[in-house]
């Protein structure tokens, strides 16, 4: 499904692609679901600012191809598994001396999670696994290595919906978006003197393979929801990772503990434009 009625961005980096700063230089990101979507994206981003990127994917083929492209490491992580998630910091760690960067974006949308009225406890505890318990271990296996460095910049992905209610509910998603929300808050507020931004990133919704997979069995749930778009499409991916980016870089020095939102408007919409 497309529903952008400009023609893709180039990714960062190919020939026809706008120049990018270089602000991540001699730096080290950790991207978790880099795989594709919004990860890809941002692994691609990350690596045209100069950073030194390790890509975490549960699918070994995208996982892979990611970090060959971005000159990195791959690392095969299952984020809901404590000793995985310990052993993706360790090896960024290792092989680079350092971990500036920690971009935890996987998640999960699947159609088995709808309104509350139908939404089964499995569904809920995968999806509270895959999206929230994830960030809360990747966040504290990442901070002893930024505590003793002094610095970094952990970007946990939230959504727009931690700020929202929808009358489309994803039930589980929407409450474990805003966890992720809350956990990022106050992380930032108690690492802040030891030289450690959190932040949660929300976005709106982004043309991926996830949205479009989710939407493609109901078009009248996305018609639903591009309408209150005030930009009237859906985000690039390309965008998010350019949020990202600002985020990790130090042009974002005096942001922290916050829901930076990337949505179009929606958040700020009352009546959208005709």
């Known amino acids: 499904m497309s529903t952008d009625p400009n023609p893709a961005s180039p990714a960062p980096g190919s020939p026809s692609a706008p120049a990018v700063c270089r602000r991540l230089v ?20 990350l690596a045209s600012e100069g950073a030194r990127v390790v890509c975490a994917d549960i699918d070994r083929e995208t996982g892979a191809a990611a970090a060959e492209e971005a000159g990195g ?6 984020v809901t598994d404590p000793g995985q998630v310990e052993a993706l910091y360790a090896t960024a760690y290792d092989t680079y001396g350092s971990v500036d ?20 406890l499995e569904a809920w505890k995968r999806v509270q696994d895959v999206n929230l318990t994830s960030v809360y271990l990747c966040c504290k296996a990442v901070l002893p290595y930024m505590r003793r460095q002094g610095r970094g910049s952990i970007i ?7 700020r929202m209610g929808a009358a489309t509910s994803q039930i589980s998603y929407t409450a474990s978006k805003g966890g992720v929300l809350a956990l990022s808050r106050e992380l930032g507020v108690q690492f ?13 919704p982004v043309d991926t393979p996830l949205l479009r997979e989710l939407f ?4 009248e749930r996305a018609a639903r929801r591009l309408v209150h778009i005030p930009l009237g499409r859906f985000a690039r991916a390309t965008e998010i990772a350019a ?15 916050t829901d930076f939102l990337v949505d ?5 919409a009352y009546v959208t434009p005709l």
């Open 26 to 45: 001699g730096r080290t990101a950790v991207v978790t679901g880099a795989g594709s979507g919004i990860g890809l994206a941002t692994v691609r981003r």
């Open 73 to 78: 490491v791959f690392v095969p992580t299952d």
């Open 101 to 120: 960067v920690a971009f935890n974006n996987a998640g999960i949308s699947p159609p088995d999670d709808d309104s509350i009225l139908t939404t089964g």
């Open 156 to 162: 946990n992905t939230a959504s727009f919906v931690a």
């Open 192 to 204: 802040a003197r030891e030289g450690i931004r959190v932040n949660a990133l929300c976005p709106g």
């Open 216 to 219: 493609a069995a109901d078009p």
């Open 243 to 257: 949020a990202v980016a600002f985020l990790a870089s130090d042009d974002s020095s005096f942001v922290n503990a």
């Open 264 to 268: 179009g408007g929606i958040a700020g």
